[in-house]
């Protein structure tokens, strides 16, 4: 699950599961609804390996972002097929075409990670 948190400038999206991969999940896919409608015709992956959450985090979100401006792809789903705390394998689906809109990019400012009882919460604020 995702939502939109309010902020004056930029995009700000919280996703809360009971696992890390399925909030991770969400933030992207809140991120997808901001850069356009896609059909799932075609499939890009990425990988990240970093050494603490928040670079992973970051990290995979920033290389979805260069993939989608590369190819040209515009995402409509995100899957976590592989996560071992320090890596991450993310397949995106979508179809290749432009994005409506352009993200930025992913930023550290007010990034919060949080695990509680109740599974885990990402917010991360989207450059846009």
């Not at 948190?5 to 809140?30: C, Q, T, W, Y």
């Not at 890009?44 to 390996?49: D, K, M, N, T, V």
């Not at 899957?79 to 995106?92: A, F, M, P, Q």
Request: proline share 3%; aromatic share 8%; with cysteine.
């Amino acid at each position: 699950m995702y939502r939109f948190l309010e902020h004056p400038s930029d995009l700000m999206i919280e996703g809360k599961n009971r696992s890390f991969e399925k909030a991770l999940e969400a933030v992207a896919n809140g991120m997808f609804t901001q850069m356009g409608e896609a059909e799932e015709k075609e499939t890009i992956e990425i990988e990240s390996s970093k050494s603490n959450l928040e670079d992973l985090i970051i990290d995979s979100l920033s290389k979805i972002i260069a993939e989608c401006e590369i190819v040209p792809f515009t995402p409509k789903r995100a899957e976590v097929t592989r996560t071992d705390g320090n890596s991450v394998k993310i397949k995106v689906f979508g179809e290749k075409k432009q994005p409506e809109n352009i993200i930025k990019g992913a930023t550290y400012h007010e990034l919060q990670i949080r695990e509680e009882e109740s599974g885990w919460t990402i917010i991360v604020l989207f450059d846009i």
